[in-house]
Structure formats: structure tokens, C-alpha cells
């Protein structure tokens, strides 16, 4: 899924925000990101990173989330 600007979760280098467009992940992970608040119209801007790059860190609804980018991948967000 490539839009104008939107890109995966997963491509987002540190302080860059974005704001979910689709969640594209099915069944139980689907369901795990949905319930952490990872829904359509949130921001989510990336923090930081593992030490080897995985997991990442995310600030989302004012509290931090590690995700790690396999994840990451099905989150699709338009760039702010």
C-alpha cells in the first residue's frame, strides 16, 4: 500500500510522526494492536530503537509502546 505519503510504521526513522491510515494485520495480532489504541486517526510518533533495531520504540496516546517492525510493516500511516 503506497499513497502519497503513506508508508509502513515500519520505515519511519526516529522523531518522525505519522497518523494511522489501515491496520492490515489479521487475527490475533490484529486484535493486540487495535487494543493497545493503534487505531485509524492516531498518531504515533517513533522514539527510538533496540540497540540491532528491533523492537522499536513508539509514543502513542501519551505512553510508550515497543513494537517490533514485523508489526510494524501491516501499520500503515500517512507522514504528518
Do not use: H, W
Amino acid at each position: 500500500m503506497k499513497e502519497n505519503n503513506t508508508v509502513a510504521l515500519s520505515e519511519l526513522k526516529k522523531g518522525q510522526r505519522g497518523k494511522v491510515v489501515r491496520v492490515v494485520s489479521r487475527g490475533v495480532i490484529r486484535k493486540r494492536i487495535i487494543e493497545m489504541g493503534i487505531t485509524s486517526g492516531t498518531e504515533i510518533q517513533v522514539k527510538g530503537f533496540a540497540p540491532f533495531g528491533d523492537p522499536m520504540a513508539l509514543g502513542v496516546m501519551g505512553y510508550s509502546l515497543g513494537l517490533r517492525k514485523s508489526e510494524a510493516a501491516d501499520i500503515f500511516v500517512e507522514l504528518i
